[in-house]
T-cell receptor, first 110, second 115 residues
């Protein structure tokens, strides 16, 4: 079973920041938070991952709360091409695989 | 482009056919994965290969038979499939299975329809 909880769907206006929340209240100290997205009928695309500190790359920012029980993926200026299902995954030690839940369906509206 | 390619992109087959799906990665990775994604369902892990050895088979029916001849190539051989096997089949690769920071990169998938 997925260890994360995400809203089923969200809307965001084009050009605005999209903030996608994820709850992972049972996360353990050595588990990372990963984000992927899947545009309709394509393979999932890696976005970003982090352990404790906030992370930023060319695609997005990842904000992890101090207690690590939740995180937020931020797309700073959403475009129509960011419309996709976004998956938040918690993964740790050797032997653990990625477990994909239903994710959040983000619709970026013109 | 993620460095993981899959062929064919679309496949229609009858229940008595035998076909194969191919995956190739150009990332120098040592682990490769097959996932199945049925309509409106999350991705399900099917098989894992690490350094050419199969390390996981998640109770997949024997009509699906994986093959990993080297670290760059992964096949999924299909025979006597059922209509409920129609799905998007995704291949992924990573540096090696299981490290907590081991990121998987996915191919575009093969859309399989079983008639």
């Amino acid at each position: 079973d997925a260890k994360t909880t995400q809203p089923t769907s969200m809307d965001c206006a084009e050009g605005r920041a999209a903030n996608l929340p994820c709850n992972h209240s049972t996360i353990s100290g050595n588990e990372y938070v990963y984000w992927y997205r899947q545009i309709h009928s394509q393979g999932p695309q890696y976005i970003i991952h982090g352990l404790k500190n906030n992370e930023t790359n060319e695609m997005a920012s990842l904000i992890i709360t101090e207690d690590r029980k939740s995180s937020t993926l931020i797309l700073p200026h959403a475009t129509l091409r960011d419309t996709a299902v976004y998956y938040c995954i918690v993964r740790g030690d050797y032997g653990q695989n990625f477990v994909f839940g239903p994710g959040t369906r983000l619709s970026v509206l013109p | 482009e993620t460095g993981v390619t899959q062929t064919p992109r679309h496949l229609v087959m009858g229940m008595t056919n035998k076909k194969s799906l191919k995956c190739e990665q150009h990332l120098g990775h040592n682990a490769m994965y097959w996932y199945k994604q049925s309509a409106k369902k999350p991705l399900e892990l099917m098989f894992v290969y690490n350094f050419k050895e199969q390390t996981e088979n998640n109770s997949v029916p024997s009509r699906f038979s994986p093959e990993c001849p080297n670290s760059s190539h992964l096949f999924l051989h299909l025979h006597t499939l059922q209509p409920e096997d129609s799905a998007l089949y995704l291949c992924a690769s990573s540096q090696r299975q299981g490290a907590s920071t081991d990121t998987q990169y996915f191919g575009p998938g093969t859309r399989l329809t079983v008639l």
